[in-house]
């Protein structure tokens, strides 16, 4: 019997790390950090052995919300 992991769980791009929020933003790990804690940005979806993963969705909505994205990306599924 084969169980086939990807068919169960969401698109691995629906969420994001830091790395992956560094890259959306244009900015470094240190400038991420920082963003990452401030009191408006979105609360992580879960924590991970890796790290926090929030929802690319409301990274994207808090970053047009503050002039860092001016269009919205398209999801790997589009």
């Given at each position: 019997m084969t169980c086939n992991?990807?068919?169960m769980a969401p698109t691995p791009r629906y969420l994001v790390g830091a790395a992956?929020?560094?890259?959306?933003?244009?900015?470094?790990r240190q400038r991420v950090q920082q963003i990452i804690?401030?009191?408006?940005?979105?609360?992580?979806?879960?924590?991970?052995?890796?790290?926090?993963?929030?929802?690319?969705?409301?990274?994207?909505?808090?970053?047009?919300?503050?002039?860092?994205l001016d269009e919205p990306e398209r999801s790997p599924a589009e």
């Open positions: 992991i990807a068919y992956e929020i560094g890259q959306m933003l244009g900015v470094g804690n401030r009191r408006d940005f979105p609360k992580p979806y879960d924590e991970l052995a890796m790290g926090k993963v929030w929802k690319r969705p409301a990274v994207e909505a808090w970053a047009r919300e503050h002039g860092r």
